[in-house]
Nanobody, 127 residues
Framework: EVQLVESGGGLVHSGGSLRLSCAAS????????IGWFRQAPGKEREGISC???????????WYADSVKGRFSISRDNAKNTVYLQMDSLEPEDTAVYHC?????????????????WGQGTQVTVSS
């Protein structure tokens, strides 16, 4: 059974940090690109960071402009886990954060290209 399980969310003050984890199981982790998405109340789910699969010659990453320089994505392939380090958090970052996996080496910014999704973890940033 394919599973993606997010953890690490919580309540933090503006300027604080959190590290989200996404534990994957049930598929060959190395063959999948991973994306982090978030959805705030009343808004569409948006992509914020993506990482290409292990076998990608490019090993590229992408960040949305809204989080660039503050968030960092990383993979621990031995643990089948992806992390999202979030620093300098702002109230505008408040949302449910989801990780998702996409078969293939290259990431995509488009949520419809992702095959599997986690249930999400709530991040709340107070001002």
């Amino acid at each position: 059974e394919v599973q993606l399980v997010e953890s690490g969310g919580g309540l933090v003050h503006s300027g604080g940090s959190l590290r989200l984890s996404c534990a994957a199981s049930g598929f060959t982790f190395d063959e999948y690109a991973i994306g982090w998405f978030r959805q705030a109340p009343g808004k569409e789910r948006e992509g914020i960071s993506c990482s290409s699969a292990v076998g990608s010659s490019d090993k590229s990453e992408w960040y949305a402009d809204s989080v660039k320089g503050r968030f960092s994505i990383s993979r621990d392939n031995a643990k089948n886990t992806v992390y999202l380090q979030m620093d300098s958090l702002e109230p505008e970052d408040t949302a449910v954060y989801h990780c998702a996996s996409k078969y293939g080496l290259e990431y995509s910014r488009l949520r419809q290209e992702y095959n599997y999704w986690g249930q999400g973890t709530q991040v709340t940033v107070s001002s």
